[in-house]
């Protein structure tokens, strides 16, 4: 694991999108998994502006979106649908063709996800997955205790993860109780795992992911198992984590040719 801590979540943000942004200049066809929350949102900003002030172009890119809750349909305001619409896809050039986001209603999910898969495979695989990190460890919405080589499928939402996410919805009982997502194994497929997490309420997840045993228990553990993760912080996500010195000397001290 690659562990870049920043001074705040703006300079972290503008880290990861020179990178998804190199990618999307560098790559034929870029596959980019992205995510939602509020985590992305500033990465998401500063892509709507290289493309506005620099051109960059995403007319060849195709994108995949880690989960969608079931049950709401792609206009409802807090579905991931609406947000990635809303916050990244209609302020650039993308095909709407190209973008693929799990369809909460689909009427036979299991042939769904199963299909969601071959695409991903089809599209090329992956390029990189961006991830946020929920407060139990979930990555996408593999809740503790999930697969670690699960594929795409539905997922029951804990009770800390729909209290958390209930900021987006009018009351706490209208949050979905279940949820698509990419497995752990269909993450850890990607060629690049990009995890950002802000803020001191991420920090203990931060450090049972990156320094804790590798279990089901926390799911975003399973990326110490993936040849290229890198987890993206801010100060405050990070304190908790014992290594903090080292991880600072290890980014100051890159070489030229691996720096983004
Ligand atoms: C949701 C999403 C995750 C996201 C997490 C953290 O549960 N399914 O993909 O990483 O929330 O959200 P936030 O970035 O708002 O803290």
Redesign the pocket.
Known sequence: MEVIIQADSEQASLLAARLVSRIIKEKEKPVIGL??????LLLYRFLVKMHREEGLDFSRSITFN??EYVGLAPEHPASFHHFMWKNLFSQVNIKPENVHIPDGLASDMEAYCRQYEEDIKAAGGLDIQI????TDG????NEPSSSLSSDTRIKTLTDQ?RK??AIFFEAEENVPYH?I?MGIGTILQARICLLMAFGKK?ARAVSRAVEGPVTSMVPASALQLHPRAIMLLDKEAAFKLDQIDYYHWAYEHKPEWQKF
């Open positions: 995510a939602t929350g509020s985590t992305p880690l989960d991830l946020g990190l929920g979930h990555i996408g919405f993860t958390d996410n949820a997502t991420k």
